[in-house]
């Protein structure tokens, strides 16, 4: 059975950090593209960050500098570091892994408020 499973979350003030773990079970982890993704209410799920394999890494544009995303095959997680977080950066946080086929998290939430 697959699992991915996201921890990490919770009220964060503008300015700080958060780092948010994606631990997989149940696939040959170190194959897999590992993503983040996330959700703001009202809004459509939206691309954050991925890692491949070989530990290539992407961001999306208007995330790049303040986040980063990282992999311990060891450990079979996905780590996402999230700095100078925004208001708008409240959101669900899932993780995906993709490899011939694709598996989602549950999700972790984020807030960010003073």
């Known amino acids: 059975q697959v699992q991915l499973v996201e921890s990490g979350g919770g009220l964060v003030q503008p300015g700080g950090s958060l780092r948010l773990s994606c631990a997989g079970s149940?696939?040959?982890?170190?194959?897999?593209?590992m993503s983040w993704y996330r959700q703001a209410p009202g809004k459509e799920r939206e691309y954050v960050a991925s890692i491949t394999a070989g530990g290539s890494t992407n961001y999306a544009d208007s995330l790049k500098g303040r986040f980063t995303i990282s992999r311990d095959n060891a450990k079979n997680t996905v780590y996402l570091q999230m700095n100078s977080l925004k208001p708008e950066d409240t959101a669900v946080y899932y993780c995906r892994a993709n490899y011939l086929r694709q598996y989602w998290g549950q999700g972790t939430q984020v807030t960010v408020s003073s």
């Open positions: 149940g696939i040959t982890f170190s194959s897999y593209l």
